[in-house]
């Protein structure tokens, strides 16, 4: 049944052999029978002979199946070297043998009409491997369509269209080749591609869906444009390598390249678009850096990807509606001063444990922060309060959704701007525990622990009489005092040895250094 399986699967994706025909013929006929085994059964005296010869028949086929697939992995099929004089003569050159070529070398001249010669060669025919390191193809360019046309591959075998791929699954491109046209390798069964220095544009959905197509991809220096889902669905690609000369990448253009991680995950800062979905269900990407003068961040950019840590960069005013939605690992995101809008649905059910919003931002849409059950504090720096209408609930449906932005976290806005955040209006109203902080975090070189925690072993806080002393070590250390209902009442810096403050009989919570304490008077 080993051999038996072997002769029905094929050799390279289910091609059919000549030289496996007659050893089918043998099982068809009952020259094998089914259920037979290439190993001894348990031993019956009446038909030991017959069953010995079986056996040893069984054992010749496969042996034999072992040798031809050797022979074929080292390139025994038919090869054929065709040197083309004339643009358009390649069919005539290679004859007959057109559908039996699995090997197939091209030189010289090539046009439109070439290559219809040989996506037939890759569709009807046996071709698998293709060399075109010496053809010089019209216009070094690869024509729109050259290995995929739709219509031609969808058949009918009475169940139904269906699409069948091309048989060819590896190609050499040619040495000077300077660009690739639009869907030229769509869904075709490529393994794996290298590009030569001279190409200097990747068309349209140039390689979508050739779901085969694995391991290092190398864009090579002086592409400046990524097309529109050039490598959309690329599965098996494992490392991506993007040249300085990169200035864009289009919609897309990554979508769904689930192994794909960058070799190096600073982006050049040539790079000043990342189109929508560009990196989008990109699984295995853990980390990517922004270059700091990104002018365009696209739709959905990152959503459903792996990445852990997010900064963006000051020149993005705007933070694309679901740009790092369902984003399963992405606990750390920096937003720089110069943020005035997060769209719809943002952050949508990231596992985010803090945000620090600047105080340039005036607008956070629908759901756009709903969904981070992770989240354990939110610090706002706008003293007036972002509009956030439904930001951190999914309209009327929260309570039936099982990631829900958690109302009772900590929510720390300037002082004096409190009433405001507790206004409806805002939709801030959402959170229960709203509290005033005179020592808020910076943001004009990134994210940093606010309330210097460094400082924490430094700072004693004790009740003394009617007042209450901070003693630090060292001097400056912000302080902010507020009622048990989240009202600042002081807050400063403290001064050498104790510093005082007094305040009428009551609770209060006071913190300084990094320390919090509960304090009654």
Not at 374 to 380: A, F, G, Q, V
Not at 455 to 481: A, F, K, S
Not at 505 to 513: D, F, L, M, T
Request: charged share 20%; proline share 5%.
């Amino acid at each position: 049944d080993v051999a038996d399986r072997v002769i029905r699967s094929g050799i390279d994706g289910g091609r059919k052999d000549n030289r496996f025909s007659k050893i089918q013929q043998e099982v068809k006929s009952g020259y094998m029978e089914p259920g037979d085994h290439c190993c001894f059964p348990a031993p019956n005296p009446k038909h030991s002979m017959i069953i010995m010869d079986r056996c040893i028949r069984h054992i010749y086929i496969f042996l034999a199946l072992i040798t031809l697939s050797s022979f074929q992995g080292m390139g025994a099929g038919i090869h054929f070297h065709a040197k083309v004089e004339k643009a358009g003569t390649l069919a005539e050159i290679i004859g007959e043998k057109i559908n039996d070529i699995d090997s197939l070398s091209v030189e010289g001249l090539l046009n439109e009409s070439d290559f219809i010669t040989l996506f037939n060669m890759g569709l009807h025919g046996n071709l698998i491997s293709l060399n075109l390191h010496k053809a010089q193809p019209e216009g070094n360019r690869i024509p729109d369509f050259a290995f995929y046309h739709r219509d031609s591959q969808t058949f009918d075998d009475g169940q139904g269209e269906r699409f069948h791929r091309l048989k060819i699954r590896r190609i050499t491109l040619p040495a000077n080749l300077q660009e690739i046209g639009v869907s030229a390798f769509r869904e075709n069964m490529l393994e794996s591609i290298e590009f030569p220095p001279t190409l200097r544009k990747l068309e349209e959905s140039c390689f979508a869906l050739c779901s085969s197509l694995g391991g290092e991809l190398i864009i090579p220096e002086g592409i400046t444009k990524i097309g529109k889902k050039s490598f959309y669905g690329c599965w098996y690609i494992t490392s991506l390598s993007l040249p300085e000369s990169l200035q864009e990448i289009a919609q897309e253009a990554f979508s769904s390249c689930q192994r794909m991680k960058l070799s190096n995950p600073q982006l050049n800062e040539n790079v000043k678009i990342i189109g929508d979905a560009a990196f989008s269900y990109t699984l295995d990407l853990s980390e990517v850096k922004l270059p700091a003068k990104l002018e365009y961040l696209g739709l959905s950019a990152f959503s459903y990807s792996g990445i852990s840590r997010m900064e963006i960069p000051s020149n993005i005013t705007e933070v694309p509606a679901y740009c790092f939605s369902d984003c399963d690992s992405l606990k750390s995101v920096i937003l720089h001063e110069g943020v005035k809008t997060i769209e719809r649905g943002a952050f949508y059910n990231a596992p985010v444990d803090s945000l620090i919003l600047p105080s340039t931002l005036e607008r956070i849409e629908w759901y756009a922060l709903q969904g981070l059950s992770h989240l354990k504090k939110i610090y706002s720096l706008a003293k007036d309060a972002p509009s956030a209408d439904n930001a951190f609930r999914f309209g009327t449906r929260a309570a039936i959704i099982e990631n829900v932005t958690p109302t009772s976290i900590p929510v720390y806005v300037p002082v004096g701007s409190i009433e405001c955040y507790r206004s409806a209006e805002s939709g801030w109203d959402y959170f229960t525990n709203i509290i005033e902080c005179a020592d808020m975090p910076h943001l004009d070189s990134g994210i940093r622990e606010t309330f210097a925690d460094e400082h924490r072993d430094c700072v004693v806080i004790r009740p003394d009489g009617n007042g209450i002393v901070i003693t630090g070590q060292i001097t400056e250390v912000g302080y902010l005092v507020y009622s048990v209902d989240g009202k600042a009442v002081a807050a400063g810096k403290t001064e050498t040895g104790d510093t005082r403050i007094v305040l009428p009989q009551g609770i209060y919570v006071v913190h300084a250094g990094g320390k919090t304490a509960k304090v009654r008077l």
